[in-house]
């Protein structure tokens, strides 16, 4: 079938978006679905700052490359061997496919695939192949999902089905920004009742990490970012105290008013300043985790006598630790029940045609999570 999407052809791409328009909304030729596949049918993709950073070179994948990992959609076909989904099944995306197989996965870790990474770095589906062709050249996938486009075809191992009422706008966040954020918080962190937190760079990610830590019932939430209006949004979804990190005494004044430094502090920007900071805030005892995805190049630096004598734990957290068939749907119940109002996270939809434009203003920091319905 013939299917319109935005094709990443060259990166990086410098800014403005809107000018240099380094998604081109084209039609491509997309396979049935073979083994184990399934077709869907997008029906609302968030934008993500890892799909930013695969625009302006932080993540480097192989191009020409349909972009779009976090959303959800409904099935439309099912290839063979696929006999627990059918068509008109709403389901939510995964951004790693877990074959359940390998030694993580048999260790209940599937963020951690083998064949899930390696299908993921060289772009193609978990089976090897390519569905994505134009003018008889492969296109590539993005994660596996490829969600930027009206039609996409992926693993059976790459989607969740989820109720069929849940409004799918929503239900698009959940893929990534929750199922990381939130994650992080409750199966990477083990953030227990009382204890105190701190989240630095309130993405959507670490918007989401903040909505978790209310609902484990932080006591202290500290919320940390460049952006005045994002730290007033924090304080809004349950943040006790606010700083900005431009400010030279950040660090001095966060430890200041958390009697020594927090808990746990999660860094969610992908930056190396933003993780050194989150260590520093991090109490005696206490642990800092990275969800943040950094260009490869980028390497953190921090005092080893002070992981020693302090007993510190840094901890790195992919896709929030999850498994995503068990999380997914505790996180819908908890958002059903109001206690994680991840709705408030978006900020705005669009169509296809303005996600270059889209794409600035998440770079400049202007929205949480700005929804594609195609």
């Known amino acids: 079938m013939q299917t319109r999407a935005a094709i990443l052809k060259e990166s990086p791409v410098p800014r403005p978006y809107v000018e240099t328009k380094p998604l081109a909304i084209e039609t491509v030729s997309l396979d049935d679905p073979g083994p184990g596949e399934v077709l869907v049918r997008i029906a609302a993709a968030g934008l993500c700052h890892s799909d930013l950073s695969v625009i302006n070179g932080d993540r480097p994948r192989p191009v020409p490359m349909v972009l779009g990992h976090e959303a959800a959609g409904v099935i439309e076909k099912v290839g063979p061997g696929v006999e627990d989904l059918v068509a008109g099944d709403q389901v939510v995306m995964i951004f790693m ?175 190396v300043k933003a993780f050194e900071l989150a260590y520093r805030i991090t109490r005696r005892g206490g642990s800092t985790v990275t969800a943040g995805l950094a260009n490869p190049a980028h390497n953190i630096s921090f005092q080893q006598v002070s992981l020693v004598a302090e007993e510190r734990t840094v901890k790195g957290s992919y896709i929030g630790s999850c498994i995503p068939t068990r999380d997914l749907p505790r996180y819908m119940n908890l958002y059903r029940m109001g206690k994680l109002p991840v709705d408030r996270l978006l900020t705005s939809t669009g169509d296809l045609d303005g996600i270059n434009a889209a794409f600035d203003r998440l770079a400049d920091g202007e929205t949480v999570r700005h929804v594609i319905i195609p």
Request: proline share 5%; aromatic share 4%; glycine share 14%.
């Open 97 to 271: 496919p877990s074959c359940g197989h390998c030694l993580p996965c048999a260790e209940g870790r599937p963020a951690l695939c083998e064949p899930g990474a390696a299908a993921n770095g060289a772009g193609t589906l978990l089976g090897g192949v390519h569905r994505l062709h134009q003018d008889g050249h492969d296109v590539y996938h993005h994660v596996g999902v490829s969600a930027f486009a009206d039609y996409a075809v992926m693993s059976r191992h790459s989607v969740v089905r989820i109720d069929p009422d849940f409004p799918l706008e929503k239900a698009a966040l959940f893929g990534c920004a929750v199922l990381t954020g939130v994650g992080a918080v409750v199966n990477t962190g083990k953030v227990s009742p009382g204890q105190s937190v701190a989240v630095v760079g309130l993405g959507g990610v670490g918007l989401s990490s903040l909505l978790g830590a209310v609902a484990s019932g932080a006591s202290q939430i500290v919320a940390v970012d460049l952006s005045e209006d994002k730290l007033r949004f924090a304080k809004e979804l349950g943040a006790t105290h606010a700083f900005n990190a431009a400010d030279p005494a950040c660090a001095d004044d966060v430890r200041k008013a958390t009697g020594g430094g927090v808990d746990h502090a999660f860094e969610m920007a992908g930056s």
